[in-house]
């Protein structure tokens, strides 16, 4: 089993979210990244227009009309359900 540091989650303006696995380019962090950007697809989350993995990190569009009116979901809700998948992954 390995270990990777937490991750890093930063909101870019208003409808990005960055999310920086580890510093290190690492198989492991590209692994997470491919595994957790996969899930989210297969989700298909309301307002969530592109999801864009990279080798350490990931940057996730959303469409701040859907995500933040509170009427299905709000960006805090989904920075919540990124870090569940980081609990989960697999």
């Known amino acids: 089993m390995f270990m990777l540091p937490e991750t890093r989650f930063d909101f870019g303006r208003d409808e990005y979210i960055f999310a920086e696995i580890s510093r290190?380019?690492?198989?492991?962090?590209?692994?997470?990244?491919?595994?957790?950007?996969?899930?989210l697809r297969k989700r298909q989350i309301p307002g969530i227009l592109d999801?864009?993995?990279?080798?350490?990190?990931?940057?996730?569009r959303f469409d701040p009309k859907v995500i933040t009116?509170?009427?299905?979901l709000r960006a805090a809700d989904l920075l919540r359900l990124l870090r569940r998948f980081m609990l989960i992954w697999i």
Not at 51 to 58: A, E, M, Q
Not at 69 to 72: D, N, P, S
């Open 24 to 39: 290190d380019m690492s198989e492991e962090s590209n692994f997470k990244s491919l595994a957790i950007t996969s899930k």
């Open 51 to 60: 999801i864009c993995p990279s080798n350490s990190s990931y940057l996730i």
């Open 69 to 72: 009116a509170g009427m299905q």
